[in-house]
């Protein structure tokens, strides 16, 4: 399973991934609206997760490595969680590769790609408030903010609100 775009491929994760899906979790500008730095066995069982091919009546994350097309780089990850009614929808990629349009471009076409060829016509995101570019990305991905939850997640101490963004299809 391979979706592309002008400037990226995006293929199911797999085991050659571990290094940059660690990486992802390592750094403080990734991290800095999802969650607080996790211990290396839970984002291993994370990883794990993510391993299994997927089909649309799989239950586990579907995780795409997205590969720049230019340098062959793995820059990030992007994918969901299907439960059968709705995609949560998630990404993370690499500080160097920010502000680029790469978040966007990936998750426009999976979104795309789940609507088309798995049917999937109800999406959803969680974004801490705060996270001003996730929120960008969201909207011009078709999402819209339909509900807040107050004071739901702890980063560093603090506590934040949650953010839900929905699309229907």
């Known amino acids: 399973m391979q979706l592309f775009t002008e400037r990226l491929k995006m293929r199911q994760l797999s085991d050659a991934d571990w290094s940059v899906f660690l990486q992802l979790h390592r750094e403080p500008d990734v991290l800095e609206y ?3 730095m996790p211990k290396e066995v839970f984002v291993r069982q994370r990883f794990e997760q993510r391993l299994p091919i997927w ?5 586990h994350p579907l995780c795409f490595a997205v590969i720049n097309n230019e340098t062959q780089e793995v820059i990030g990850v992007t994918g969901f969680t299907y439960d059968g009614i709705t995609a949560e929808l998630g990404y993370l990629f690499l500080p160097k590769h920010f502000s680029k349009g790469y978040a966007t471009e990936s998750l426009r076409t999976v979104i795309e790609w789940a609507w088309q060829e798995c049917g999937i016509k109800q999406f959803k995101a969680v974004v801490t408030r705060g996270n001003t570019s996730s929120e960008n990305v969201l909207s011009k991905c ?14 560093a101490g603090t506590r934040y609100d949650d953010l839900i963004y929905t699309l229907k299809v």
């Open 142 to 155: 078709g999402l819209t903010q339909t509900d807040t939850i107050p004071q739901s997640h702890l980063i």
């Open 55 to 59: 089909d649309p009546d799989s239950r």
């Open 34 to 36: 999802c969650f607080d």
